[in-house]
């Protein structure tokens, strides 16, 4: 490695992202149900009742809307259109019989997480109570989750805003061992790269960016006056069950993730496998 | 034929002409492969060790070498090589002793920790992190040297230009950093190797040439950040928002990312400043003044290199060999070259330009000496002429000797080849995807190199005769 890459280096890793405190505007919440009038009633009152500490939860518009009001996906993305939420509340395989089989999200709910760019609150089904039968209305413990959280406030402002005064607000970060290992796998037939140094440097650095930026988000919130307790989960693991140990572990109420993908049509692919296993919480899709 | 050496005052014995020529088309060879290393894709140690080679078999074949035992200083006589005694083993020890120094140093977070300081300081200001990281350059080129400065300087200008989202600007700012690099080189008897071998041939103490130096830096410096400003259009930020925002932009930087432990930070800058210390009065110490600079970078390497003690070879390793190897087999064609009488060839002819007066004699070396340097390491001229001028008995404080460092010096600020540091800017700003040309390099360094050269004989004629 040349000088010039060693002090290059140096500064890069010394330039770090900042995060600046800002409250989400959520005034707007609409329902999106399959349900005839008086079951989407009956679930619109749940929802409102799960989402009780949220900001002005009493100064809140609510629109539920009933199967006959969107079935299609077109008549779904005008209703967003005219009513323009700031955050559309739903539930996996909304118009879909493939509920019984929990292996995907419904066309409804991917079309609306990559076309809007209104945050999406995915919620058990009408009539279950598993992951949010002990939830009611915030402070709730949130964990904010990406592959790549150092530098994402969206993501962070959502989650705090989530959390709710006095709340927990989870940073977790998992790197994905097996990628890892793989690249550790090719670097260890390269004679030019030194494999132990690489993978103690590498796996270091890997760790230490959202760990950084969690300290980041954690000081610059405890500046601003947010009553939130701040801790972060950086380690790595295979994804998946990793987070699952966590939210486990944590007893996290809600997760909050990233969706998007730049360059892509598709949901981000580990967001769409979280959105499709984690049916024990309820995961806030941005 | 032969050619009787009269100005350089060594051994003298005859050499016919032809092979004093011989000799000098030998050098010649050199120098020009040395103008021309980039096109030849070597590294600079590998064709002056080749040249070596051929010297060292000419003189031999010659018979211009003096084989035979060397008398140490305490009278006893050792069997050493030709070329072992050929070499300047202090100026070696100066250069090797002082980039393990730097190195280990670094490693503390020290000059990155100043760094990154001075750029929140300027609160992300385009003019006023011109001013900072010009400061930055020199100082650092002084203490440091100017390769290590430029790397340091260089790598974090492209960071924080980027992160300012002022990469437009990045190009500039790399241009003049790397013209300032050779104006600190001129600060301290340290700062580089011209520095190093003509105050030592000339016997100039680390203070006096700072004493000397000092004016002219501070002049120059300030004059080529006014000029840089100016011809790049770097202006201050004009509204309170854009300082807001710059601010914000900068103060992302965690100056304490890089520093393993606060306490051997803290032990870095004190060695640092204590170096700095040592070596300026290193000719006033008891018994250090006999060890010699050498001994004192050497010595505080060692220091430094306890923290790391079982991993030293990692330093060891980041050494440049390259140009260690390219001075040890340097000082061994001089010293052929010597012998071959070719320096007493180039002494007459420098005595030709001597005796164009106090004032034409050494205006025309300082010029001459630039625009040597400017296409060749400027290292074989500062050692060339140092050892003629020492050769011809010539006064420290005359001003001939500061010719030779002011034009080696500085003209490495006329082409991109013409220093080892202008060469490190060229190579960040590639690096980046900036095009520059040897050619572009030229239109764009020269108005400043100008301008410097009229500054530094006006200053060596004015003041230094």
């Known amino acids: ?286 | 034929m032969t050619f009787a050496l009269s100005a350089v005052a060594h051994s003298v014995h005859e050499v016919p002409l032809w092979v004093t020529l011989l000799f000098s088309a030998v050098l010649v060879g050199l120098v020009l492969s040395l103008a021309l290393e980039e096109k030849l894709h070597a590294k600079k140690s590998l064709i002056v060790g080749v040249f070596a080679v051929i010297s060292l078999l000419l003189g031999a074949a010659f018979d211009l070498l003096p084989f035979g035992p060397v008398t140490n200083v305490f009278g006893e006589e050792l069997a050493l090589p030709v070329y072992i005694p050929a070499i300047d083993w202090g100026v070696i020890a100066i250069i090797l002793g002082s980039s393990l120094f730097v190195d280990v140093t670094s490693r503390s977070g020290l000059f990155t920790w100043i760094a990154i300081r001075l750029t929140k300081l300027s609160g992300g200001d385009p003019l006023r992190l011109l001013w900072f990281y010009g400061g930055m350059t020199v100082v650092f080129s002084a203490v440091l040297n100017n390769v290590t400065a430029m790397i340091i300087v260089g790598s974090l200008t492209a960071v924080s230009l980027d992160r300012l989202g002022r990469r437009d600007k990045l190009l500039s700012f790399l241009l003049v950093e790397g013209l300032l690099t050779n104006v600190g080189g001129l600060l301290t008897l340290i700062s580089s190797v011209p520095n190093i071998i003509v105050g030592t041939a000339a016997g100039i103490s680390f203070v006096s040439f700072f004493v000397v130096a000092a004016p002219y830096v501070l002049v120059a410096t300030i004059v080529t950040l006014l000029l840089g400003a100016r011809w790049n259009g770097i202006h201050k930020l004009a509204t309170e928002a854009e300082k807001e925002e710059a601010a914000g932009l900068v103060a992302g930087f965690d100056e304490r990312d890089g520093i393993e432990s606060e306490g051997f930070l803290w032990f870095a800058a004190a060695m640092t400043i204590l170096f700095i210390l040592v070596i300026a009065t290193t000719s006033v110490l008891p018994w250090v003044s006999d060890l010699g600079m050498g001994f004192v970078a050497m010595s505080f390497a060692v220091i430094m290199l306890i923290r790391y003690k079982a991993e030293v070879d990692r330093f060891y390793d980041a050494v440049d060999w390259d140009l260690l190897g390219f001075f040890a087999g340097l000082f061994v064609v001089i010293n052929v070259m010597e012998h071959a009488q070719v320096l007493g060839l180039i002494g007459q002819g420098l005595e030709k330009v001597i005796a164009l007066g106090d004032i034409g004699g050494t205006g025309v070396l300082l010029i001459a000496s630039a625009v040597f340097s400017s296409v060749t390491d400027n290292i074989p001229l500062a050692a060339m002429l140092s050892k003629i001028l020492g050769g011809m008995g010539t006064d420290p404080s005359s001003p001939l000797w500061w010719s030779v460092v002011f034009g080696a010096n500085l003209g490495g600020n006329i082409t991109p080849i013409g220093s080892a540091s202008t060469l490190v800017a060229v190579t960040i700003m590639h690096k980046h995807k900036l095009d520059m040309s040897f050619v572009g390099f030229v239109k764009k360094a020269l108005p400043y190199a100008a301008v410097q050269l009229v500054f530094a004989t006006i200053y060596v004629l004015t003041f230094l005769r």
Request: glycine share 6%; charged share 25%; net charge negative.
């Open chain 1, 1 to 286: 490695m040349s000088r010039i890459d060693q002090f290059a280096s140096a500064f890069l890793a010394a330039s770090k992202p900042k995060f600046e405190h800002r409250e989400v505007c959520i005034e707007r919440v609409l329902v999106l149900t399959d349900l005839d009038e008086k079951l989407a009633g009956a679930y619109g009152a749940r929802v409102r009742d799960f989402l009780g500490g949220l900001g002005q939860s009493e100064a809140l518009a609510w629109e539920v809307v009933t199967g006959e009001r969107c079935r299609s996906i077109g008549e779904m993305l005008e209703l967003v259109a005219e009513w323009r939420p700031h955050l559309v509340c739903g539930y996996r395989n909304l118009h879909s019989g493939a509920w019984r089989w929990p292996h995907s999200l419904s066309d409804h709910i991917e079309v609306l997480t990559q076309v809007t760019d209104v945050p999406v609150l995915l919620l058990p089904r009408p009539g279950e109570e598993k992951g949010w039968e002990d939830a009611t209305g915030a402070p709730f413990t949130v964990m904010a989750l990406t592959d790549h959280l150092a530098g994402d406030q969206h993501l962070v402002h959502h989650a705090v805003e989530f959390a709710g005064s006095g709340g927990r607000l989870l940073l977790a970060h998992v790197e994905h061992q097996a990628v890892f290992d793989r690249y550790m796998d090719v670097i260890a037939r390269l004679p030019r790269i030194p494999t132990d140094l690489a993978r103690e440097d590498i796996k270091r650095q890997l760790l230490k960016e959202p760990a950084d930026w969690a300290a980041e988000v954690t000081k610059e919130l405890s500046e601003a006056g947010v009553a939130i307790d701040v801790r972060h989960l950086v380690q790595m693991g295979q994804r998946l069950p990793t987070y699952q140990r966590l939210i486990s572990e944590n007893n996290a109420d809600l997760l909050v993730m990233n969706t998007k993908q730049e360059g892509q049509l598709a949901m981000h692919g580990l967001s769409y496998q979280i959105a499709v296993e984690m049916r024990s919480i309820p995961v806030l899709m941005l």
